[in-house]
């Protein structure tokens, strides 16, 4: 048996578990649980709910992998999961969401320099483009954070929201048309 699978992929690894051996499904949560986390808090504010909410993710996905198609994406399969979690989550507590944006995805980097005055405007942009993103229904900003926070292709991104892949396309522009409004009122424009 392998010790170091460093190098095997995620659909490898979980054949390696569906066979019994469940030791390397330590592997996994050690890829996931930052990324897993990132997109959690993207949804939620609080570290304890955001902490239970990561534990349940795993603890589904340790339960269910004996199902999980090898033929398919795995991580597709574990956002679906955490995806269906945060919606239960915010359903169950309605809570009032966190939203974080990273503004290198709206600001070209030739914008910052290190200007005390534009660091200040700059944090600026940032809150208001934190109160867009608030503006947004989960919807529209759910494909918006896998997109540009989670890498993830149109593809990618339908397969966890279980939603058409032209659909992801037309939720991501509608955001954008939204927000851009509030961000030309602070003379940005971005095309």
């Known amino acids: ?7 095997e992929t995620d659909e490898e690894i ?4 569906q066979s019994g051996s469940f030791e390397f499904f330590d592997v996994l949560i050690k890829r996931y649980e930052a990324k897993i986390g990132r997109y959690a808090r993207k949804f939620l504010s609080d570290n304890e709910d955001i902490s239970d909410v990561l534990q349940n993710i795993f603890i589904k996905v340790y339960r269910n992998i004996q ?4 033929k398919r994406k795995f991580s597709s399969w574990l956002y679906r999961i955490a995806h269906n979690e945060l919606v239960n989550d915010l359903k169950k507590k309605k809570k009032k969401t966190l939203p974080l944006f990273d503004l290198d995805v709206f600001l070209p980097q030739h ?3 290190n200007n005390l005055n534009e660091r200040l405007e700059l944090k600026d942009i940032q809150e208001t483009v ?9 919807k529209y900003r ?5 997109y540009y926070f989670e890498g993830m292709n ?3 991104i339908a397969d966890v929201m ?8 037309v939720r991501i522009k509608r955001a954008k048309e939204i927000m851009k409004p509030i961000l030309k009122s602070l003379k940005y424009n971005h095309e």
């Open 1 to 7: 048996m392998r010790q170091d699978v460093s190098e």
């Open 14 to 17: 979980v054949r390696l578990i």
């Open 67 to 70: 199902s999980f198609d090898v």
């Open 111 to 113: 914008l910052r320099d």
């Open 130 to 138: 934190d109160k867009c993103l608030d503006k947004l229904e989960i």
């Open 142 to 146: 759910e494909p918006l954070i896998l």
């Open 154 to 156: 149109y593809k990618e």
């Open 162 to 169: 279980q939603i058409p892949v032209s659909t992801v396309g």
